[in-house]
């Protein structure tokens, strides 16, 4: 088991920057690729990016290519997105996510359906005004 807490969301102008955190406990060893999702009301859950902590390895969207990072803290279960340029277009619920140990390979590929990940956060709002 896994357990998943976010924060850092909060309301922005369009513009501005924020930094969700992302905190793992449990069994972590195993579930090494994080990854971060967002959710807007009345659209699919879509991938933002992914980051395995067993070493190098990362994956974004396009959407948020160039203007995101996620990068691990040197506590090694957590992980944070942080997030510049935003738009209103980025508003949504944030959510983290773990895989369930997919492996380097999996946490790489760019594959974000939801389904692929066992574990969640109970997100956290992102609100990015014009």
């Known amino acids: 088991q896994v357990q998943l807490v976010e924060s850092g969301g909060g309301s922005v102008q369009a513009g501005g920057s924020l930094r969700l955190s992302c905190a793992a406990s449990?069994?972590?060893?195993?579930?090494?690729?994080l990854g971060w999702f967002r959710q807007a009301p009345g659209k699919e859950r879509e991938g933002v990016a992914t980051f395995y902590t067993g070493g190098d390895g990362t994956y974004y969207a396009d959407s948020v290519k160039g203007r995101f990072t996620m990068s691990q803290a040197n506590a090694k279960n957590t992980v944070y997105l942080q997030m510049n340029n935003l738009n209103p277009e980025d508003t949504a619920m944030y959510y983290c996510?773990?895989?369930?140990?997919?492996?380097?390979?999996?946490?790489?590929?760019?594959?974000?359906?939801?389904?692929?990940?066992?574990?969640w956060g109970q997100g956290t709002q992102v609100t990015v005004s014009s």
């Open positions: 449990g069994s972590t060893y195993v579930s090494r690729c």
């Open positions: 996510a773990a895989d369930g140990g997919r492996g380097r390979a999996f946490c790489t590929s760019g594959n974000f359906s939801p389904q692929n990940f066992r574990y």
